[in-house]
């Protein structure tokens, strides 16, 4: 089992930035892909941005394009996501997950592809 904890949510007025935490353990955390979601109350929990295993490629939802960064640190078990100018449509549950394999062109963006999830950590953006 890995296990998948998120840290660095919080409030933060429109335009604000946070950088969101997710701590890995369990499992060999550079032999995953990794991924970051989100999900409003009523909705379907959406891609936001993935990275794959060395961090060479990286994708991005349209909507955080330009505004938002992912990264990671393979010595620190730790995947990040840098968040600017945030609007308040970004407010949400954001949740880090896990992927071995990383099949197929579309995985980075397919929730069942992705193992293991986090708990989440909410992030409000005030206008």
């Known amino acids: 089992q890995m296990q998948l904890v998120e840290s660095g949510g919080g409030l933060v007025q429109a335009g604000g930035s946070l950088r969101l935490s997710c701590a890995a353990s369990?499992?060999?955390?550079?032999?995953?892909?990794m991924g970051w979601f989100r999900q409003t109350p009523g909705k379907e929990r959406e891609f936001v941005a993935a990275?794959?295993?060395?961090?060479?490629?990286?994708f991005y939802a349209d909507s955080v394009k330009g505004r938002f960064i992912i990264s990671r640190d393979n010595a620190k078990n730790t995947l990040y996501l840098q968040m600017n100018s945030l609007k308040p449509e970004d407010t949400a549950v954001y949740y880090c997950?896990?992927?071995?394999?990383?099949?197929?062109?579309?995985?980075?963006?397919?929730?069942?592809?992705?193992?293991?999830w986090g708990q989440g950590t909410q992030v409000t953006v005030s206008s």
């Open positions: 997950a896990a992927d071995r394999l990383a099949l197929g062109s579309t995985w980075y963006k397919s929730l069942n592809d992705y193992e293991y």
């Open positions: 369990g499992r060999t955390f550079s032999n995953y892909a």
């Open positions: 990275i794959t295993w060395s961090g060479g490629t990286l």
